[in-house]
């Protein structure tokens, strides 16, 4: 089959055949209906994902079609599932708890794991959520490490309905779908971007629009409760000023990880904030998110698909300031 490997540290992507993978004891095999382009991706690539095996396909968000079950799994070929980002070991007292998220001996897709930008994968049966007919292919590729994601920091954040939530970077792939996740949760929603443009798109998401680097201000002219910044050092200190006292800052991305950032304990400590480090999603919350996407109250928003020959094009359009959404890949 086709895939899309990363040979070794820092040796970039190739698309290359490889033998076709065979599901083992708890194991099964999908066809790749749909995956996605992640920012993670392009961290891996430059190496700061130290876990990494080489090669490895890369690839960590998919949906699919189980083709081949191994022994011992309680799913069928035929039914359509979705991954979490990794493979928790269904045993130890955080899958016992349900948050599988920390589970000491997980492993990850595209990390210890093979990943998903290949025409078949195999994945651990611990890791599958299946998915109702209700969600598309395009909505549900986007729970695992976008609405499952933010409806479980929203939840760690305990946003109460009625409450006002910011979004920096509401264009991007995660952040287009944080409004809607945060929306569909009872929120109102403020949208934060970096141009006229793209405010456009935004509006259709958002109760209100904020353009510029310097939001704060503006910000405040109403009490947000919780901002979830998809973009890190160059918005978090605007985030954490446009808190009203009690607010939660819910930090998921940070485009470059080589950037430090300083802390004013200050604010933390008279706003009474509570600062929420973020990255992943349990089963409990990827249903959350299915739920939510069944009843269409999340609609996905596709920036471009496409094909594994054509993965670089994809990075290309991910790296376009101007696109909206999320890139997919249709193998
Ligand atoms: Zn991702
Ligand atoms: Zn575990």
Redesign the pocket.
């Known amino acids: 089959m086709k895939a899309a490997v990363v040979p070794g540290k820092g040796q970039g992507l190739k698309v290359q055949e490889v033998p076709d993978p065979k599901p083992g004891k708890g194991e099964v095999l999908i066809k790749v209906t749909r995956a996605a382009l ?1 920012y ?1 991706d392009l961290l891996q690539l430059q190496g700061y994902y130290p876990r990494m095996k080489y090669p490895v396909v890369l690839g ?2 998919v949906v699919g079609v189980i083709q081949e079950v191994g022994e011992g799994v309680n799913f069928s070929p035929g039914e359509r599932v979705i991954s979490l980002l990794y493979a928790p070991d269904g045993t130890c007292k955080y899958c016992r708890m349900g948050e599988e998220a920390y589970c000491r001996s997980r492993q990850g897709y595209s990390e210890e794991l093979d990943g998903f930008f290949a025409e078949y994968a195999v994945v651990k049966a611990q890791s599958l959520v299946k998915v109702s007919s209700g969600a598309s292919d395009e909505g549900a590729v986007m729970v695992p ?1 976008v609405t499952g994601m933010v409806y479980r920091g929203l939840r760690r954040a305990n946003l109460r309905e009625g409450e006002t939530v910011l979004v920096t970077g509401a264009s991007g792939g995660v952040g287009i779908h944080a409004l809607q996740v945060a929306r569909a949760m009872g929120a109102r929603v403020i949208g934060v971007t970096s141009s006229e443009e793209k405010a456009e798109a935004v509006k259709r998401y958002a109760d209100r629009v904020i353009v510029g680097t310097k939001f704060s201000e503006e910000a405040k002219r109403e009490e947000i409760n919780v901002v979830v910044d998809t973009v890190g050092t160059p918005t978090f200190e605007e985030s954490l000023r446009s808190l009203w006292l009690g607010g939660r800052v819910v930090q998921i991305g940070n485009v470059d990880p080589s950037q430090l950032t300083q802390l004013r304990l200050g604010y933390m400590i008279l706003k009474d904030l509570v600062l929420i480090g973020h990255a992943s999603s349990t089963k409990k919350d990827a249903e959350g998110a299915l739920r939510l996407t069944a009843e269409g109250k999340i609609t996905p928003v596709v920036a471009g698909t496409v094909t594994l020959e054509d993965i670089e094009r994809g990075y290309e359009l991910l790296k376009d300031k101007r696109k909206i959404g999320k890139v997919l890949v249709k193998p």
Request: proline share 0%; glycine share 0%.
């Open positions: 992640c993670r960590h968000e490490c």
